[in-house]
């Protein structure tokens, strides 16, 4: 094991004990980390009544297995696991619970890795920040400490949750118009994720008199989520193949950088905005109103990723479902940020007024900078929580997907020992789940590419383009580890595993798998 000591960077190298430079071959261990064992996966239906009680214990394999999952890995040829955990399978019990078997279990399961020669690096994993929100990664509570039910957000249409959209009879189709293929990630701008993410990062300048327990409702939730990656960095702070931490799984922004009311153009219409992703096209202004419970009519983009056309519109909150618990004021609201105004006519749901249009946009009374005024001190916290128990961990950075995709660079003043370990994907791929080897476009320029030589040329620039994030930090940069690559597993709705299925091992059958990745 000792070969496995003291990895740290240097310019834009791993290096080891011996100054060697070590390049890192990995894998995500692994997707079902996410969600509870046994059957906390999105196939089991649940109203998530049990969030406090859940075990995670088992994820990513039982104890019992593992040897033998390892020993397969090293045979393939990695050498190093981004080990996934959520800060919900940490302390889903209630504020300062920590789940101490769950803990242990995760700390051996670490033993063992290191066991088979594997460096390890920890993520806390989100997406749309919860479960209950459509993703995974915050405990159930967190919502009811800012004061949200999430028991009401489908009816509100507040998030786009599987477990509620999904039709689960046994002769129901895979694929299904009420939750389509990537439906989740329509979740970044519906109001329960926008709601927390906005909060989490901006609550101290936007909602300043908005406090849990006499604290800043955003440090509030740092301090939860930072205390339960404290409890991991005590369980092996020991074992010097754990390289470090992520600092977070592509972290939304929520609103910030928005403004609050949509763009309208010369004769007064809306215009869409945003990365053209199908489905319901929001602004910060519709999502608080709908948070509020207003029934509103929205713009729905289709499924052809044009920038610029709605195909249809569509009720979003006709029932007029509120999301805050009862007795509890939004808010932004409260900060003055907006105004619900009643209307006069019989069964109207009130609307929204924008009263500080660029509350979202501004931060101490000027121009928001998202790299230094929101991931900057975000960093340095995470990087002074973990090596409070470890001097020499690295920092796995991550920024927001979109700002890491749009060129957004990192902060000029990083934590020392810093990693660029933003994520790559091909977005078009990944949200239609067709490739074709002849025609590719992408889906945030539009650029269009014939022929895999064009298009493993396109994916070097975009790969070049993530190295370069992080190149103006320090003299020769930072080493960049992408931490997330690949295709969809479900590519061409499965073809390949329907085939596989029914007897056909020609190795055609994984042919356009195979020319994707």
Known sequence: MQHLLNLHTQANFFVDAAGRQVILRGLNLGGDSKVPFPNGGTQHPTEFADHRTVSFIGRPFPLNEADQHFERMRAWGFNC???????????????????????????????????????????????????????????????????????????????????????????????????PPMGWAQNYRMPANAIMWTLFWGSRHL???????????????????????????????????????????????????????????????????????????????????????????????????????????????????????????????????????????????????????????????????????????????VARTIRAHAPHWLLMAEMDPLGAMTGRTFPAEMPLQSVNASHWYDVTLLMSKQFSPALSVDLLTGEVSKGMLEIGARYQRQLASVHALASHVAPGGLPTLIGEFGIPYDLEEGAAYSAWQRGERDESVWQTNSAAL
């Open 81 to 179: 696991l981004r080990m996934l955990t959520t800060w919900e399978a940490v302390e889903h019990a209630g504020p300062g619970q920590y789940d101490t078997d769950y803990l242990d279990y995760f700390g051996e399961i670490c033993r063992k890795a290191g066991a088979h020669g594997f460096y390890v690096f920890i993520d806390f994993h989100q997406d749309v920040w919860s479960r209950m929100s459509g993703g995974d990664g915050a405990p159930g509570w967190t919502f009811e400490a800012v004061g949200l039910d999430f028991s009401r957000f489908d009816a509100a249409d507040a998030a786009h949750v599987m477990q509620h959209r999904y039709d689960y009879r046994p002769n129901a189709p895979a694929v299904q118009d009420a939750y």
């Open 207 to 381: 909602t300043p008199d908005f406090l849990i327990y006499g604290v800043p409702a955003g440090d509030y939730l740092q301090n939860h989520l930072l205390g339960a990656m404290e409890q991991l960095a005590q369980r092996i702070a020991h074992m010097p193949h754990v390289i470090g931490f992520d600092s977070l799984n592509e972290p939304s922004l929520g609103w910030l950088g928005q403004p609050l009311s949509p763009e309208r153009g010369p004769d007064g219409q809306r215009k869409l905005g945003g990365p053209p992703m199908p489905g319901v096209v929001w602004s910060a202004l519709d999502a608080l109103a709908v948070a509020s419970g207003a029934s509103i009519e929205l713009p729905v983009r289709g499924a052809s990723f044009n920038p610029s056309a709605a195909t249809t519109t569509q009720t979003v909150n006709p029932r007029g479902v509120r999301i805050w618990r009862e007795g509890v004021a939004c808010p932004f609201a409260q900060a003055g940020i907006y105004a619900m105004d009643d209307s006069d006519t019989p069964g109207a749901t009130p609307t929204a007024r924008a009263l500080i249009e660029n509350a979202f946009m501004e931060f101490e009374g000027r121009p928001l900078e998202t790299a230094n005024d929101i991931f900057g001190p975000f960093y340095h916290r």
